[in-house]
């Protein structure tokens, strides 16, 4: 196992994912955080940061316990920090120091730079930089601009670079991680979805014995995978619920529920749609809807929890993005993890014990172990669909017949995509109901009718995104396809707006 200690560097998360594709587990800690106990972690790494080292309210955690006593890679920050506590100095950098560089000089006897030849392309990013390196240290590489692009503490396995390994502009960066954890820290390259799935389910065995659990399905990638997880663990004892909140894609409920089934999970749906609509109806304002949908679903979810005897577990398909405590730049160190709400007011389900089995892993990762288990392509490689659905898909009030629309238009469009190869190349996509009517003409006849929007998007996790060049060809078949068969729509537009500023969802 590896501790990451974060410093606050948007970057930190892409060090994670970087050591877990080495097969490698690890978990990110705050920097004021350190574990009490810390023999589980066979080596560390320090994170970059915003702060310069010189200043007074940055990150100065003790690392008395862990520096000449494990492996240590300080990235950034990291290794200012260890330069300036021990006898060395940083200060203002006066050229720039940010973006591509080639390293010049690599000692190429420490194992670290196995396998690298000088001149590889480096990212850097810092406005401070080393001056003077410590007495017991020697420099391992230097690029044009930067002297102590990378050095070691001497009769230590520390080592500090200047550089980012864990962006993709840093072409040797994975190779430089697997150096360090594998030829200097000695870690085996273990950690795959298969052990993962072993390991889990045994502990999960462990853990929940002959209990019950019950657990939401949203017809997601994160819920299904837990939940075969789960089901490999404890298999009836595990209860499915899925909801049909009556704003699901066209037959989606059926298709999925039917998918459920096949993979033997042991599943109920529940057709709640007229409770939701009826909630909804006559309400416009999109933080509302989302609102009275997360009350009805409580509600609904509830019920349904009472009816299974003796229940004394809930499931959730909780990632580890949910989980880790960021470091908050603006407001000093801050624990981030969703706040739960008092526990008096709370729904019965929501006392029972908790069960995250995915909690440590990221989304690429939940694909992953889902793959080895089997699940198909139809589940994995979903578009996500927020759980709110539809309603936040047609703007203004919820109606039976404009969610009717809606599902045709988007069943047209997707469908599409999928017959055109699209589908895949494209992150998230989606049709919205305007609340605008206008005029249009059909064979002889004037019409005023409603107009929809498309929206396809690329994006790694939508936080940004950017809309999909989706071809003219396609776009045009699409356009026809939707205005000569939903009757109620006469006009399609296709969203070119980015996130941001745009959103996503037009809600
Ligand atoms: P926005 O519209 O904020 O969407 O750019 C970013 C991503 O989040 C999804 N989304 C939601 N998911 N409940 C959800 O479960 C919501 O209320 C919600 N709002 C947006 C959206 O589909 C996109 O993937």
């Known amino acids: 196992n590896v501790l990451i200690l974060d410093f606050g560097s948007q970057y930190t998360q892409l060090i994670a994912r970087r050591v877990r594709e080495l097969n490698i587990f690890c978990e990110i800690k705050p920097y004021n955080k350190l574990p009490e106990d810390l023999s589980s972690f066979k080596a560390v790494i320090l994170s970059g940061s915003p702060f310069s080292v010189r200043a007074e309210d940055a990150p100065h955690p003790d690392l ?176 499915c619920i899925f909801v049909n909140n009556g704003l699901l894609r066209k037959n989606e409920f059926e298709e999925v529920l039917e998918q459920y089934h096949d993979m033997g999970l042991n599943v109920k749906g529940v057709d709640a749609s007229e409770r939701f609509l009826s909630a909804l109806n006559g309400e416009s304002d999109p933080e509302k809807k989302r609102k009275i949908i997360g009350r009805v679903f409580i509600e609904v979810f509830d019920d349904e929890a009472h009816l299974v005897d003796d229940v004394k577990w809930l499931a959730q398909g909780t990632i580890y993005p949910d989980v880790i405590e960021s470091v908050s730049v603006t407001g000093g160190p801050s624990a981030t993890i969703k706040s739960h709400h008092n526990v008096g007011g709370l729904p019965d389900f929501m006392k029972l014990k908790v069960v995250e089995p995915l909690k440590m892993l990221f989304k690429d990762e939940v694909r992953r172990v889902g793959k080895s288990m089997a699940i198909g392509d139809e589940r994995l490689g979903r578009h996500p669909f927020p759980g709110p659905g539809l309603a936040i898909r047609i703007l203004g009030d919820i109606t039976r017949e404009k969610v009717a629309i809606l599902q045709e238009v988007d069943y047209i469009f997707i469908k599409g995509l999928r017959d055109w190869g699209l589908y895949d190349e494209v992150w998230q996509a989606g049709a919205m109901l305007l609340p605008v009517d206008s005029v249009g003409v059909m064979g002889d006849e004037r019409t005023y009718e409603k107009c929809v929007a498309l929206r396809a998007v690329e994006s790694t996790d939508g936080m940004t995104a950017d809309w999909v060049n989706l071809p003219y060809e396609f776009l045009q078949k699409v356009s026809n396809d939707i205005i000569n068969k939903v009757p109620g729509v006469n006009r399609v537009v296709y969203d070119i707006s980015s996130k941001p500023p745009a959103t996503i969802e037009w809600e």
């Open 64 to 239: 008395s316990r862990i520096k000449g006593h494990k492996p240590l890679l300080a990235v950034c920050y990291g290794a200012q920090y260890l330069v300036h506590f021990n006898g060395g100095s940083v200060a203002k950098s006066n050229t720039r120091e940010y973006g591509r560089a080639n390293l010049s000089y690599i000692n190429s006897e420490d194992p670290f730079f196995e396998s690298i030849s000088e001149g590889s392309q480096v990212w850097m990013s810092h406005s401070d930089t080393i001056k003077d390196l410590p007495k017991n240290t020697s420099v391992l590489a230097s690029t044009q601009d930067v002297e102590y692009a990378a050095y070691k503490f001497d009769n230590e396995s520390t080592y500090g670079i200047q550089f980012h390994p864990e962006v993709y502009h840093t072409k040797d960066g994975k190779k430089l991680l697997e150096n360090f954890l594998v030829k200097i820290a000695g870690l085996e390259q273990t950690w795959t979805p298969d052990t993962f799935v072993d390991v889990t389910v045994a502990e999960l065995k462990q853990r929940i014995g002959t209990d019950k659990v019950i657990l939401g399905l949203s017809g997601g990638v994160d819920s299904t995978v837990a939940a075969v997880l789960l089901h490999k663990a404890i298999g009836k004892n595990l209860y």
